[in-house]
């Protein structure tokens, strides 16, 4: 399962918690005003017609490397995406699908800086994980 976020829309500091380095780290509001200092842009939200634009292309994307996507949503600041392993490696795979994404916004006339560096993966080494993880991209739809 992997998750990234749009950019400035989850600084580190945050009070609903934040990821660094694979842990999940609690807020901290002289971090999360450090961060919102040294932002070159704006925020990103998406609209409704960039989620649908941004979900097609990485279905897109899916379907063009060949990997099977179990279950993806698009938030204004965020992407859940739940998939089977691929031949390709994590950070490839979450690079191809930003840059599809990005480049569908683009085409729309959406400018500037759109999503975070990085990325926070979850890996599932059983069905039942796996499974537990697609159910929690669905329910959060």
Do not use: P
Request: charged share 30%; net charge positive; proline share 0%.
């Amino acid at each position: 399962m992997i998750t990234w976020t749009t950019y400035g829309s989850w600084l580190q500091g945050d009070k609903r918690r934040f990821v660094k380095d694979g842990r999940i780290l609690e807020g901290d509001e002289k971090i999360h005003r450090i961060c919102e200092r040294l932002q070159k842009g704006q925020s990103v939200k998406l609209t409704s017609n960039e989620k649908s634009i941004v979900r097609t292309a990485i279905l897109t994307e899916a379907e063009r490397i060949g990997q099977q996507i179990e279950a993806v949503i698009v938030c204004t600041n965020h992407i859940h995406l739940a998939a089977r392993s691929c031949n390709k490696s994590i950070e490839r795979i979450v690079s191809m699908y930003k840059s599809a994404a990005t480049r569908a916004l683009r085409f729309c006339d959406r400018t500037g800086r759109i999503w975070t560096k990085g990325f926070d993966k979850r890996f599932c080494f059983s069905e039942k994980d796996f499974y537990r993880k697609v159910s929690y991209v669905k329910r959060h739809r």
